[in-house]
């Protein structure tokens, strides 16, 4: 740049006129700006993640917007390299970045077991101790963290079951312990179930026949039919 300013101004200082190498570089700016426009907002784009470090090399991501999903391996100053789980390369230009929310599941501090487990009608009576049970061994379980938010509640009367949920959170964020975590607490609470001599329920429809009507079997099923 240097260079070029002192050569305008040695040909200023000769009498020769530099408008027209003026406006043609105004131009020839412009074009090269349009044409670059792309490549500019990319490497902006590269270091706004630079700078705020939404996500770092090793990092889990992902995009509620757009279907970007996997293992940052590579930021680049044009484009971020994401391996996604099926194990295929995924170039993300970074300009993408700066107008999608972004998840980063890496930073989370625990996971959530949240599960809705039913038992039967039959079982009713049961209910509360079975509820009080479960409670207890989550309270007691080394790899629950008891200092989050810990719920177990009989919620609601779904269609064949009485419904009973669990809300709590593993000290452990790495996937493969996590759902090592969540079997022994689910295989718990089947225990905990069948100690009271209840069980879980299975959607099931019952079937009320009026008097003097007798079920005839068919080919295709069953008939109903009025006796005299």
Known sequence: MVIVIAGLVVLQTLGISIAGVLAFGGVGGIAVGFAARDL????????????????SVGDWIRSPDREIEGTVERIGWRQTRIRTFDLRPLYVPNS????????NPSRMSNRRIFETIGIRYND???????????????????????GRILIVNFTHFGPSSLDFFIYA????????????????????????????????AFPTSTLHIPEGVRVEPTEAGASLSRSS
């Open 40 to 55: 500019l907002a990319n490497f902006f784009g590269g270091l706004t993640v630079y700078l705020d470090r939404p996500f």
């Open 124 to 146: 009713a009576d049961k209910m509360a101790t079975i509820v009080a049970d479960v409670r207890q061994m989550l309270e007691r379980h080394d790899e629950i963290d008891t």
């Open 96 to 103: 993408t970045f700066n107008s999608i929310a972004l998840e």
């Open 169 to 200: 959170f593993t000290k452990t964020t790495q996937w493969v312990a996590f759902h090592e975590i969540k079997q022994d607490v689910l295989l718990k609470v089947l225990d905990i179930i069948a100690k009271h001599k209840a069980q879980v």
